[in-house]
């Protein structure tokens, strides 16, 4: 097999534990949905956790794009310190949009702004084991841990 | 990025695969939906093999194309659901694909040939086989 520049660039060992996405169009979020899942299969997640943080990390992205029109997905590794072995996952989801206004009804099941199932953010919830969403009327920051 | 819309008699085949755009999905619905039509298909085979997330949009997009060529009178079958897909849309939220489902190809074609045959259908051609 021939090996090309990106195959010799790429690092064998785990060099790197965080990933940052900046979503301005679509083709961001799938950026950042098969990132964050290389990153938890990389860090030793299973293979079934692995597609729940990907197909969470699309979620949120596709949230950022749909409704600030852009911002920024984060996915990194959890210590329980900084020697230890990695325990977890982080997904961050930041953008400057108007906010949610109601965000007891955004986490509701079911509800939606028209373009999803109504499971978006219930869905990643569900998906994750730790989910926060602070949210004001000039910024939206969810953040969601997956434990290993 | 146009998805092809394949013929077999009266059935129609469309394969996605990669996550669509809102511009991709109206385009490909419109196709779609136009294409049934146009030949009064009488089943879609909708193939999402090579899609191994989907997510509450994707769902949705899929869904509701199931439901606009229903909508005309043809019958559509999923299939190639990716077992760590139906694992995450289970885990998601209950009932997010409302059509029915196959395998494969193959098995979606045997599905709509079978139910096509039920309803009586007597402008299938394809049914000359085995």
């Known amino acids: 097999m021939s090996v090309n520049d990106s195959d010799t660039l790429e690092p064998t060992r785990l060099a790197v534990e965080t990933i940052e996405v900046l979503i301005v169009s679509e083709s961001d979020v799938m950026s950042a949905s098969r990132q964050a899942r290389l990153l938890a299969e990389r860090l030793g997640f299973s293979r079934s956790s692995a597609y729940h943080i990907a197909t969470a990390a699309s979620e949120l992205a596709n949230n950022v794009l749909t409704h600030a029109g852009g911002g920024r997905l984060r996915a990194s590794a959890r210590h329980d310190h900084p020697e230890l072995a990695v325990i977890g996952l982080e997904l961050l989801a930041e953008d400057e949009g108007p906010g949610i206004p109601d965000p007891e009804l955004a986490l509701t099941e079911g509800y939606s702004t028209g373009k999803g199932l109504g499971c978006g953010l219930p869905g990643v919830k569900r998906l994750m084991d730790e989910f926060s969403l602070e949210t004001r009327p000039g910024g939206t920051r969810v953040r969601a841990v997956k434990w290993r | 990025m146009r ?90 939220g209950r009932g997010l694909l409302g059509a029915d489902c196959a395998f494969n190809l193959g098995q979606a074609l045997e599905m709509l040939k079978g139910r096509i045959a039920k309803r009586g259908d007597t402008r299938f051609v394809g049914d000359e086989d085995v």
């Open chain 2, 3 to 92: 998805i092809p819309i394949l013929q077999l008699d009266r059935i129609l085949l469309v394969s996605i695969q990669v996550d669509l755009t809102d511009n991709d999905a109206m385009q490909f619905q419109s196709d779609l939906v136009e294409r049934v039509a146009a030949i009064e298909a009488l089943g879609v085979a909708i193939d999402i093999t090579a899609l191994d997330v989907v997510d509450s949009y994707m769902a949705r997009v899929i869904n509701d194309t199931a439901n606009m060529v229903r909508l005309l009178g043809a019958e559509v079958v999923i299939c190639g659901i990716q077992p760590f897909v139906a694992l995450t849309l289970i885990e998601m």
